[in-house]
């Protein structure tokens, strides 16, 4: 079964400034996508980004990025010039074969004014 | 293009009870997914539909049953309602093509407490 690990419960961060928050995942499984949700205090699920296994460059969006390491099964989020509004918890989560999604845990990402 | 939704919003309910809880799918999407998410935790899988049929499952009791309609819009359906029932339930449509898995878009949830 797959699993997904986040090992920050909480973070923070000043605005303007950059954090990553850390991802790891395990599978046996070769095609994939991951993705990063987040889900601010009015509680709806919002994509942020996602990536295909397949696919060797890392997926950006806009101030989102992500490092994605296939074999050591790692997949970092990076927030550039953080703002107020990027305040949430971010759930990583996993897509192999079945149509589920495994989610970690979630990170508390607070940034600071 | 119209988000998914969800109703109602909140829902309180006693031990015993049954509750079904709503989602109309994104326009265009065939595909819909129902999650629980416990206080402090990430969403737990509990099945999806898939053009009416289920199309898989989550480590959830048979007390937990959905239906698919042919507007693709669904129900998720809880008999004998338990205290560890409360939760967020989120449900999150995609489009799949020929089985070909897309990405899953979330609507606001349903706040289900039990008493």
């Known amino acids: 079964a797959q699993t997904v690990t986040q090992s920050q419960p909480e973070m923070s961060v000043q605005e303007a400034e950059t954090v990553t928050l850390s991802c790891t995942y395990d599978?046996?499984?070769?095609?994939?996508?991951l993705f990063w949700y987040k889900q601010p205090p009015s509680r709806q699920m919002i994509l942020v980004i996602r990536q295909e296994a397949y696919k060797q460059q890392n997926a950006t969006e806009n101030r989102f990025s992500v490092n994605f390491q296939k074999a050591a099964k790692s997949f970092s989020l990076k927030i550039s010039d953080s703002q107020l509004g990027d305040t949430a918890m971010y759930f990583c989560?996993?897509?192999?074969?079945?149509?589920?999604?495994?989610f970690g845990k979630g990170t508390k990402l607070t940034v600071n004014p | 293009e119209t988000g998914v939704t969800q109703s109602p919003t909140h829902l309180i309910k006693t031990r015993g009870q049954q509750v079904t809880l709503r989602c109309s799918s994104q326009s265009g999407h065939n595909t819909v997914s129902w999650y629980q998410q416990a206080l402090g935790q990430g969403p737990q899988f509990i099945f999806q539909y898939y053009r009416e049929e289920e199309n898989g499952r989550g480590n959830f009791p048979p007390r937990f049953s959905g239906l698919q309609f042919p507007n693709y819009s669904s129900e998720l359906n809880v008999n004998a309602l338990e205290l560890d029932d409360s939760a967020l339930y989120l449900c999150?449509?995609?489009?799949?093509?020929?089985?070909?898995?897309?990405?899953?878009?979330f609507g606001p949830g349903t706040r289900l407490t039990v008493l």
């Open positions: 599978t046996s499984e070769s095609n994939y996508y």
């Open positions: 989560a996993f897509q192999g074969g079945s149509e589920k999604l495994v």
């Open positions: 999150a449509s995609s489009l799949a093509q020929n089985r070909v898995r897309d990405t899953q878009y």
